[in-house]
């Protein structure tokens, strides 16, 4: 049975929904050049909506944030073939300790409890961890690859 290409378009709240059940992501961001510059990331969906990304100070990612705050996510499934989603928005950089609430939040979001908040936030702290927090202020469809419907019309779901 053919895969068959389908977007769905989806209101913020289903947005929402699918990005928290993936936490696979890539981040682009804008060199110094204006050339496309790609990150594997685990993202997280933050309490306000944002899309939050775990890093340190000295990144490529951080820095072209940082410089260009204009961001996009694409948010994956687990699976190659799986669907995906882009978020487009702008980027706030949190360097430590500025960023140890946002990377609790970040954490637990992601994987929820931890056994000692402290410890965390003290090892964020002594990591210079960095928060990169996207606001998104456009998305697409939520999109799966595949063959086009006309060519498997019997097939269409």
Same mark, same amino acid.
């Given at each position: ?10 209101d913020? @709240? ?16 804008r ?7 790609? #990150?594997?990331?685990? =993202? ?9 990304? #775990? ?21 994956? #499934? ?21 960023? =140890? ?16 908040w402290?410890?965390?936030? @003290?090892?964020? =702290?002594a990591h210079?961890? #960095?928060?990169?927090?996207?606001? =998104? ?8 690859g ?12």
């Open positions: 049975m053919p895969t068959i290409a389908r977007d769905r378009d989806v913020r @709240a289903e947005l929402d929904d699918f990005i928290r059940a993936r936490p696979q992501g890539v981040l682009i961001t060199r110094a050049d204006g050339w496309p510059q790609a #990150s594997l990331v685990t =993202v997280g969906l933050g309490d306000n909506g944002d899309l939050l990304v #775990s890093t340190y100070p000295e990144r490529a990612k951080t820095r072209n944030a940082r410089r260009d705050p204009r961001a996009s996510v694409v948010v994956m #499934s687990e699976g190659f073939n799986g669907e995906w989603v882009q978020c487009d928005g702008t980027t706030t950089v949190l360097d430590a300790p500025e960023s =140890v609430e946002g990377l609790v939040e970040y954490y637990r979001n992601i994987r929820g409890h931890h056994d000692d402290d410890e965390y936030r @003290a090892t964020m =702290v210079g961890k #960095s928060l990169i927090r996207v606001a =998104v202020e456009r998305w697409g469809p939520i999109s799966r595949g063959f086009p419907a006309r060519l498997f019309p019997q097939e269409q779901d």
